[in-house]
């Protein structure tokens, strides 16, 4: 049974009402299956996101690193 944790709502920068909603969620595919991170996108502020993605904590410090490496080069 899927179980998600709502951990913050960012606001977007860029928009009048839009979050970035950062989730975990346990057995998201089905009992047994490992957690992730959710990571939603709602450009008006909605509960339910336009666009997301399912990171699992495995890959987390990997993305992590990449996009401090990102937002570096930017600056």
Do not use: Q
Request: proline fraction near 5%; glycine fraction near 6%.
């Amino acid at each position: 049974m899927m179980n998600a944790k709502l951990e913050k709502i960012i606001a977007l920068d860029g928009t009048k009402k839009g979050t970035i909603l950062v989730a975990h969620i346990d057995e998201p595919y089905g009992k047994n299956s490992n957690p992730i991170i959710s990571i939603g996108v709602s450009l008006k502020g909605d509960s339910e996101p336009d666009w997301k993605v399912h990171i699992p904590y495995e890959n987390l410090d990997e993305l992590i690193d990449i996009l401090n490496e990102i937002k570096k080069a930017k600056d």
